[in-house]
């Protein structure tokens, strides 16, 4: 028999309506374990480092400012962690690749480019 290996996901988001769709498309994804959901950038430093795992998703709803620190934060000392950053528009996106991001995704995408990208790490 063998073992489905699952990518273990990070959300970092801000409480909401979007956090909660975000963790919903997360769900359906049959590869994806979702394993914290982190509110904000200052917490995301904080908690990261105790939690092991493969994929952390940026959701659209952070500024551009957090993901940016943030992908900086995670390529100094999370340097094996994959990143993904959702955004709403090309330029973010743009910015979001020249940061560091391993993928970016507008919105309306998540959900099958999220599952692909997971797909492909194995």
Known sequence: MTRTMHARLCLIS????ICDATCATIARIPRARLVA?????????????HVQLDLVLLDVNLSGEEVSALLV???DHL????????RT????CDRAIAFGADEVMRRDELATKLELFIANMS
């Open 89 to 92: 528009t090309t330029a973010e």
């Open 37 to 49: 959901v982190i509110s904000g950038a200052l917490s995301a430093t904080q908690l990261l480092q």
């Open 73 to 75: 934060w995670l390529a």
């Open 79 to 86: 340097p094996n962690v994959r990143k993904v950053v959702a």
């Open 14 to 17: 801000t409480p909401g309506l």
